[in-house]
């Protein structure tokens, strides 16, 4: 054998070795210490490494070479990654598989991590998708991160943002709100943009506590129906917009009981939370104007009892309550002349006051 040949040999020899390692022989052993962490959240920053290579490696494929790929492809490649993490390289087949695996291989052999640090790491970008499913899209995810890390065009960017833009209305979020969830914004500026009750809510304090859900992606989209409830019950006054957003959902779903309840506990915790009077009186405008008006009465009330608020922004609360109030009473003058009108036309017909008490 020529000494080319026999080069050529070991470089075939070292690509089979190569493609037969598996990921656990980049892992170091468990620490009783290490054991404990359940969770890399809050520790981001230390993982990044790993972190990025994953995200580019779904980013980029997605972009170049698969763009009908979905949320649950991703999931399902992570989970078999995960699972199998100890079978020789060679076991996995999919593309996206193979891209993962061998993003991370540089960052391991530099800086090793231990076995469960490594499904703490998968388990997290597991759990950023999980956090995605809000958006009604079945590649949310897979967008969002060719979005952040600049994949897209300068056209495909704007088309992304308008998409999601239009989801995230539906669920009552401010432009500072989806800027967040956009990362083009910190979640330390969540409530700076102007709002409804911009000057009337302080914010200062609300920023200075440890908020369980200081950033929608990672804490309130995360809750269970009944978690939502409580969690708004209890600190509902530091999170106004999530409350409306929370409000304005059970009104579209047509779930008035459990507004009432959540309306009736929180006002019996923080009676002077007038902000959620006047969600419940945007939230009835269709269903019962009179009872909306109500409750922007009551808002203005409240706002009024409260010295720490000041008289400017007062004065702006009740002008936007009055203006409401204004169109309230006028639809509500228009609706007995327009059947009025109705009845010329034809024969009127008898309403027994079950009836008509529903119609209204």
Known sequence: MSPGEDNETLGEYNEISEDEYSLSEFLLPDTQEIKEIKSIYEKEYEYSDYLSKIEFAIAGYYYEENRNL????????????K?????????????????????????????????????????????????????????????????????????EEGKYERQFKKSARKFGLSSAQVDMLLMKRDSSDFFEEGDLFEGIVDKSEILAEDRTADDLETGFFLMTDDEKFNFLLDKGMDYVELVQGYILDLKDKEDYEKIQDFYKKSIEKHEDFFPLQFIMGISYIDKDPALAKSYFEEAIRTAEKLEEIPEESKKVLRRDINQLTKLLMEESTEKPEEKTDESKKGKRKPKTGKKASKNN
């Open 83 to 155: 699972q199998n993490r100890d079978k020789p390289i060679s076991f996995f087949k999919k593309d996206l598989e193979i891209d993962i695996i061998e993003s991370l291989i540089e960052p391991l052999e530099e800086n090793p991590l231990t076995d469960h640090e490594f499904t703490l790491v998968i388990d997290y970008v597991l759990w950023v998708i999980e956090n995605r499913s809000w958006v009604e899209d079945k590649q949310a995810y897979v967008k969002w991160i060719t979005y952040v890390l600049g994949f897209f065009s300068e056209v």
């Open 70 to 81: 979905k949320d649950k492809d991703v999931i399902s490649v992570l989970k078999n990654i």
